[in-house]
């Protein structure tokens, strides 16, 4: 079990970024996918991370949400360890109570949905509130109700996710990541499994949660109009490592390196 | 037919005995098959050496076997005996739940990755992960197979009958001993144990179709009373029986 | 009263001798199973015949194995042995299931092959047996495997029409010697011993075949 030498408390604190990886590393057997990572995001910033496929950009959401556990390094949410905990004044990797209670603060939107068929909407969007934070039924049932007005699909609450396309699918799972009320929201190429007459709708709804809430964001997309509209930041990947960062007007109307210019180049014809 | 009219509350109250250690057994098959299959997808080792240990050795040993072994050797070795329905109902339950056993585990690993990322997601705990989303889920893929191991326990218990218990083939068994009608007895029985068949097949219809109206995925064909008669579609290869 | 190791040692012959008539039994009443299963699931191709051969056989798959074996051994003529009307009817009674199987690994050839057969003029023979079949039954194998060990498993029934097999030298000689304990746990632990490693083999089987 590796053990590091950061002493408690020198994460970042309150006031300090909300996420920070530190030295991430991650490896799928002999294959690295994230190289000695470091990067921080600040409360309410929105982060958009571009890059070619393969290069890490997805892996660093599913490490955020606890999907996969990092190699090497300390993944750090809101001042406290998410990888790791602390242990004897040393930090362990942690474990699964741990990590609980840390990735609470953190919602996630799959590029696939992933709403339960076994139940109906409103059922997917209170399950987690009532069953996880214990919030009461009845307020979690006008919370649905609330969140579904949002994302326009009032009518739908007693549907079955079969029976909704998947654009309304993936609207009602924004819904559901919502309803936990996460302080962090990542969203996965959250339109890269629809249709394209139907991807509008869904940037709509994350458009609306962007101007009307403070959710700190990471988004993988490939909507590059989109990641200029709402990102204050753009991190641009390749082969595991951060090759260019900045405003989305400079990473898009400016890049610096040639890289990244390549790959604008690549997804913008 | 005669024979069999004159004699059918014979063949009705073998017939109840022999529908009662079904359904005992398949209850006690049920629970076993629970809660070892979710022993087998646990991370835990020893759990899951436990699940291992238990199908293993009840897939191995036939029921019959296993029965008699409680009917005759426990006496021997303890000072109690043993009821012989309880040790049909026990014989048969061990032996089916660890057939069922295996069903469940298989049914809960087939529950789709990204379902239990979205519980990840949701910060569900263990229990609740399992209860709301992989039971459900993986309920619907157990039950064609659950109804073919009814069958199976349904049709085995007729082994009651070797250690004088009074079962629909006991029935069939002293009729014939009776009246020396050989044919006349066994139709009878025979064509009784069709009927709880059918009747068994129908129910576990009736469950499928709700568990799979709960998943939203009920084909449109496979609707009125005509789909429930119909023989089962061709579920996993050799699905009945392992 | 406890395990007596002499007594255990006395009756393993007698164990051992049925062993071999259960085994015997198991292995004849397989490949009968094997072929009649695939005969039926032939014939439940053609029309007419083929809705009566099904409806004779969910019958016989609904029925305990134990009275079909009864009820056929109180028919049969008397020269007919005990065993033979065992492995008929174990063979019989299997074939209804191995049937189901040979049909899902017939179904599940791809439709390609059937057209690619009809493209090439193929007479029907050389259709079934050149390239159906071959496919059909290779992606059955574990199945059918499945269903041997089953059969095993199943012999034991044979005692109630006093074949010879182990059960039945298990029974007599516990109602010999009014001794159940050692040779019930024996024959337990000689089905274990059968049934374990064919399970671990069959897994291979599947490993192997399932890929295909």
């Known amino acids: 079990m590796p053990q590091y030498e950061t002493p408690l408390g020198a994460g970042p604190g309150a006031g300090g970024p909300l996420i920070r990886f530190d030295g991430v590393v991650k490896r799928f057997g002999d294959n690295t996918v994230l190289d000695h990572l470091d990067f921080t995001v600040a409360p309410g910033e929105r982060v958009t991370l571009i890059g070619p496929s393969g290069s890490g950009k997805t892996t660093i959401l599913r490490l955020l949400m606890t999907l996969e556990q990092v190699t090497d390094g300390v993944i750090w949410v809101g001042g406290e360890p998410l990888s790791h905990m602390p242990k004897g004044g040393r930090l362990v990797r942690a474990n699964e109570r741990h990590q609980r209670r840390v990735r609470r603060q953190i919602g996630m939107v799959f590029q696939q949905f992933n709403l339960f068929p076994n139940m109906t909407v409103r059922q997917n969007i209170t399950e987690g509130p009532v ?33 909704l396309s998947g654009g309304q699918q993936q609207r009602v799972a ?34 609306t949660v962007a101007e009307t809430t403070d959710i700190t964001m990471l988004l993988v997309t490939h909507e590059m109009q989109f990641a200029r509209d709402v990102s204050h930041r753009v991190l641009m990947f390749d082969q595991g490592r951060i090759v260019e960062e900045g405003p989305p007007e400079q990473i898009f109307g400016d890049p610096r390196e040639e890289r990244t210019r390549a790959f604008l180049h690549a997804v913008l014809d | 037919m005669d024979f069999f009219i004159d004699r059918l509350p014979l063949y009705l109250s073998g017939a109840g005995t022999t529908l009662v250690i079904t359904l005992l057994g398949a209850a006690l098959a049920f629970v076993l098959a629970m809660v070892v299959g979710m022993l087998g997808t646990l991370r835990n080792r020893a ?21 008699y072994w409680m009917a005759f050797a426990i006496p021997q070795l303890t000072p109690y005996e043993i009821d012989p329905v309880f040790a049909a109902v026990l014989a048969l339950g061990l032996n089916v739940g660890a057939y069922g056993a295996e069903v469940v585990r298989a049914a809960i690993n087939a529950v789709p990755r990204a379902q239990i990322e979205a519980t990840i997601a949701l910060n569900m705990s263990w229990w609740r992960r399992t209860r709301s989303v992989v039971l459900p ?70 469950l499928e179709r709700r568990a799979n109206r709960r998943l ?27 | 009263m406890t395990w007596d190791w002499e ?26 199973a094997l072929v009649l299963g695939l005969a039926v699931a032939l014939a439940r191709r053609v029309p007419v015949l083929g ?96 269903y041997l060990i089953a059969m095993f498993k199943d012999t034991p029934l044979l005692f109630a029409i006093t074949v010879g097999e182990l059960m039945y030298q298990a029974s007599r000689i516990g109602g010999v010697y009014f001794r159940y304990l050692e040779a019930m746990t024996l024959v337990g632990l000689f089905f274990l011993l059968v049934s374990v490693p064919s399970a671990v083999l069959i897994r291979r089987l599947e490993r192997r075949y399932a890929a295909v």
């Open chain 3, 51 to 146: 809705t009566a051969v099904f409806a004779v056989m969910e019958f016989i798959r609904c029925t305990p194995l134990l009275v079909q074996l009864v009820f056929v051994f109180y028919l049969a003529p008397s020269y007919v042995s005990a065993f033979t009307v065992g492995v008929a009817v174990l063979g019989v009674h299997y074939a209804a299931y191995t049937a189901e199987v040979y049909r899902s690994g017939i179904e599940g050839v791809p439709p390609g092959q059937w057209e690619a057969c009809r493209a090439l003029s193929l007479p029907p023979h050389r259709t079934w047996g050149a390239v159906v079949l071959p496919q059909a039954i290779r992606r059955v194998i574990p199945a059918l495997g499945n």
């Open chain 3, 7 to 32: 007594f255990t040692g006395k009756i393993i012959p007698d164990l051992l001798d049925g062993l071999v008539v259960t085994v015997q039994a198991t292995l004849l009443g397989y490949v009968l």
């Open chain 2, 47 to 67: 759990a899951r050496a436990v699940a291992t240990g238990y199908t293993e050795t009840f897939r191995g040993v036939a029921a019959l076997v296993l029965m």
């Open chain 1, 131 to 163: 069953h996880s934070l214990g919030v009461p039924r009845g307020e979690a049932d006008r919370r649905a109700a609330e969140l579904l007005e949002m994302v326009d699909l009032a009518d739908k609450i007693d549907a079955h996710p079969t029976q």
């Open chain 2, 216 to 242: 939203g995925r009920l084909p449109a064909s496979d609707t009125g009373l005509w789909a429930l008669l119909r023989p089962p579609p061709a579920t996993a290869i050799g699905g009945g029986r392992r």
């Open chain 1, 174 to 207: 924004i819904a559901r990541a919502l309803a936990m009320r996460p302080r962090i929201l990542l969203l996965d190429e959250v339109t890269s499994a629809l249709d394209p007459e139907l991807v509008t709708g869904v940037l709509d709804v994350l458009r």
């Open chain 2, 137 to 206: 889920q993986a309920w619907a893929q157990m039950l064609p197979t659950f109804g073919n191991l009814v069958i199976e326990l349904m049709k085995a218990t007729a082994i009651v009958s070797l250690i004088g218990v009074a079962d629909l083939t006991r029935v069939a068994q002293e009729q014939r001993a009776a009246t020396g009608e050989t044919i006349a007895a066994f139709t009878g029985a025979l064509v009784v144990y069709f009927v709880i068949a059918q009747l068994l097949i129908v129910g576990m219809r009736l």
